[in-house]
T-cell receptor
Framework: KAGVTQTPRYLIKTRGQQVTLSCSPI?????VSWYQQTPGQGLQFLFEYFSETQRNKGNFPGRFSGRQFSNSRSEMNVSTLELGDSALYLC?????????????FGPGTRLTVT | KNQVEQSPQSLIILEGKNCTLQ??????????LRWYKQDTGRGPVSLTI?????NTKSNGRYTATLDADTKQSSLHITASQLSDSASYICVVSAYTNAGKSTFGDGTTLTVKP
């Protein structure tokens, strides 16, 4: 099976712009979770989608949003970018909902905000 | 509050040596504990996953142990290789709170020739 794929791998945006990141889970996986990782910080949970519904949400401002399509692919959107949004954004897929199950991570999208 | 603490924060060892990384948690009720390896700029890759009834699990040169009574886990790396240089992340999940996972901040391991 192909692994989790994320596009684009690298992105440079200017403060105030918006960005959309994409994640394609492993075939058959219906859960997609998004994480933010900044230098020196652990993974911070953004949200989880399962069967096109948001199941869990972390403590991030409303500028961070996401959605999931019927084929389980997911997108994450960040509006009004701030310098502090520069980070590695990871998505992880799982067969079932809930972070207690084994998660398979993608390679990440490196976002740089200037 | 659910917490996962890893130690040491960073570690430097010589190639061929063994090392042990620690993970202490307060997550309750416990569901499972996972160790991930994350190379710089890449996504984490699963090494082991242990449930309450398992106290040891191996994956090649990686051996994880779990003491559910003391809420401690360790990851032992045997005969280290340069490719073991990475961040090692401990993740603990609970049965409640929709099984939300709590991530440790990771231990950065550097293996030198």
């Amino acid at each position: 099976k192909a692994g989790v794929t994320q596009t684009p791998r690298y992105l440079i945006k200017t403060r105030g712009q918006q960005v959309t990141l994409s994640c394609s889970p492993i075939s058959g996986h219906r859960s997609v979770s998004w994480y933010q990782q900044t230098p020196g910080q652990g993974l911070q949970f953004l949200f989880e989608y399962f069967s096109e519904t948001q199941r869990n949400k972390g403590n991030f401002p409303g500028r961070f949003s996401g959605r999931q399509f019927s084929n389980s692919r997911s997108e994450m959107n960040v509006s009004t970018l701030e310098l502090g949004d520069s980070a590695l954004y990871l998505c992880a897929s799982s067969p079932v909902s809930g972070g207690a199950n084994e998660q398979y991570f993608g390679p990440g999208t490196r976002l740089t905000v200037t | 509050k659910n917490q996962v603490e890893q130690s040491p924060q960073s570690l430097i060892i010589l190639e061929g040596k063994n090392c042990t990384l620690q993970c202490n948690y307060t997550v309750s009720p416990f569901s499972n504990l996972r160790w991930y390896k994350q190379d710089t700029g890449r996504g984490p890759v699963s090494l082991t996953i242990m449930t309450f009834s398992e106290n040891t699990k191996s994956n090649g040169r990686y051996t994880a142990t779990l003491d559910a009574d003391t809420k401690q886990s360790s990851l032992h790396i045997t005969a280290s290789q340069l490719s073991d240089s990475a961040s090692y992340i401990c993740v603990v999940s609970a049965y409640t709170n929709a099984g939300k996972s709590t991530f440790g901040d990771g231990t950065t391991l550097t293996v030198k020739p």
